[in-house]
T-cell receptor, first 111, second 113 residues
Framework: KAGVTQTPRYLIKTRGQQVTLSCSPISGHRSVSWYQQTPGQGLQFLFEYFSETQRNKGNFPGRFSGRQFSNSRSEMNVSTLELGDSALYLC??????????FGPGTRLTVT | QQQVKQSPQSLIVQKGGISIINCAYENTAFDYFPWYQQFPGKGPALLIAIRPDVSEKKEGRFTISFNKSAKQFSLHIMDSQPGDSATYFCAANFQGGSEKLVFGKGTKLTVNP
């Protein structure tokens, strides 16, 4: 079974721009969660989607948003990028219980 | 109350030795405690997980010990190998149907040959 895939793997953007990241969960998984990983703050929860509905949201500004499609694929969007948004953005999917499986991440650099 | 505190920040162990990483939590609503292993340039990989009704869980060389009364849990890596060199994260999950994981800050393990 294929794992969680994320595209693109690397991205360089300029301050003020917006960006969209994509995540394809493991086949059959209906829950998709997004995390931001930085050296200073570690792994922080952004939001979780289940059956196209946002079930939980972390403590991030409204510039961070997401959505989930009927095939469980998910996207997250960051508008008006700031230097501090530079991070590894990780997507995780799960089926039953709490076992979450992470993708390789998208490395976003904001200049 | 939603924090998970992890220690040590870094750990150096000789090949064949035992690596021990500790985590502590405050919120008694947490009911699922996974450990993840992350290599540079990769996403975290689920290593082993435990629930509060069990005091210990072993999978190969990896063991989780859980102390519910102390609100602490730890990862033991027996016979540590250079290939185990990675960053390890403990995490905890709330009850209530959400998949949100609260992570510790991570421990960078180096196993010297």
């Amino acid at each position: 079974k294929a794992g969680v895939t994320q595209t693109p793997r690397y991205l360089i953007k300029t301050r003020g721009q917006q960006v969209t990241l994509s995540c394809s969960p493991i086949s059959g998984h209906r829950s998709v969660s997004w995390y931001q990983q930085t050296p200073g703050q570690g792994l922080q929860f952004l939001f979780e989607y289940f059956s196209e509905t946002q079930r939980n949201k972390g403590n991030f500004p409204g510039r961070f948003s997401g959505r989930q499609f009927s095939n469980s694929r998910s996207e997250m969007n960051v508008s008006t990028l700031e230097l501090g948004d530079s991070a590894l953005y990780l997507c995780a999917s799960s089926f039953i219980g709490r076992e979450q499986y992470f993708g390789p991440g998208t490395r976003l650099t904001v200049t | 109350q939603q924090q998970v505190k992890q220690s040590p920040q870094s750990l150096i162990v000789q090949k064949g030795g035992i690596s021990i990483i500790n985590c502590a939590y405050e919120n008694t609503a947490f009911d699922y405690f996974p450990w993840y292993q992350q290599f540079p340039g990769k996403g975290p990989a689920l290593l082993i997980a435990i629930r509060p009704d069990v005091s210990e869980k072993k999978e190969g060389r990896f063991t989780i010990s859980f102390n519910k009364s102390a609100k602490q849990f730890s990862l033991h890596i027996m016979d540590s190998q250079p290939g185990d060199s990675a960053t390890y994260f403990c995490a905890a999950n709330f009850q209530g149907g959400s998949e949100k994981l609260v992570f510790g800050k991570g421990t960078k393990l180096t196993v010297n040959p």
